[in-house]
């Protein structure tokens, strides 16, 4: 049985992030499925998308792109999960938040840009926070290589990061036990590359450098398209 592949976006974006590169995967004769993340924990986001994961029959291949990457390094722990694929993303080592991986470079454009917007949490008196892009930076940042009119419409329908994701620890690194392959932007604004790189490095994933921006499963999705498919062919039956 062929795997599904399983597309998890990241922070400040939503599902419609793969929009360009979901129909190279559906052409190639790829089941493609794209849930919408919570962005509200690491360890909820996590539960949420294993929850998916056992939903479907057979293996799955699962790709993570940006705070993505941190997501699948837990939920891609799930045994039907039977390879990752990190697209500019965390891979984390278990224990370790993604303040502390960032903490180990210096901080991106990104860092200067945050928007801080408080939110209700349902059963509390403290409202939690919400992080957001700076709409009128956002193009730099976050998407300087794909075309104006949708960049502006990125930048105004973000998915916002509750703050307290950046500091919860992983409670496992999936990619100590799964084959793992990783798409570094080396013209990334919102992830320093060498974030990128030392994750993959250290975690023995298989790397690949694209000239890109944050996200490059929408300026280069043929690309990213390859690297996927060759996790699927590792892996498939």
């Known amino acids: 049985m062929n795997p599904t592949v399983v597309l998890v976006h990241g922070a400040f974006a939503d599902a419609s992030s793969f929009a360009k590169l979901v129909p190279e995967l559906l052409d190639a004769g790829l089941k493609v499925l794209v849930p919408a993340v919570p962005n509200r924990s690491l ?5 949420y998308i294993s929850s998916v994961l056992r939903s479907i029959d057979g293996p799955v291949v699962l790709v993570g792109h940006s705070y993505g990457g941190a997501v699948i390094t837990v939920a891609g722990a ?3 999960v039977k390879a990752l694929v990190y697209l500019a993303g965390y891979a ?3 224990g370790e938040s993604l303040a502390q991986l960032q903490g180990r470079f210096p901080d991106s454009e990104l860092a200067s840009a945050l928007v801080y917007t408080p939110y209700p949490i349902e059963g509390s008196t403290e409202p939690g926070t919400d992080v957001s892009v700076d709409i009128e930076k956002f193009p730099k940042i976050f998407a300087h290589d794909v075309d104006p009119e949708l960049t502006r419409v990125l930048a105004v329908s973000q998915r916002p ?8 620890p992983a409670a ?3 990619w100590r036990t799964k084959p793992a392959w990783g798409v570094i932007s080396t013209g990334d604004n919102t992830i320093n590359p060498d ?3 030392f994750g993959y490095r250290r975690g023995g994933i298989r790397p690949v450098e694209i000239d890109s921006s944050h996200v490059v499963m929408i300026s280069h999705p043929q690309e990213v398209a390859a690297v996927i498919r ?5 892996v498939g039956a």
């Open 43 to 47: 360890s909820g986001d996590a539960a």
């Open 78 to 80: 799930e045994e039907n």
């Open 92 to 94: 984390l080592e278990e």
């Open 161 to 168: 990061l509750a703050a307290a994701a950046f500091t919860e």
């Open 172 to 174: 496992v690194a999936a």
């Open 195 to 197: 974030v990128e790189r």
């Open 230 to 234: 060759e996790a699927v062919a590792a």
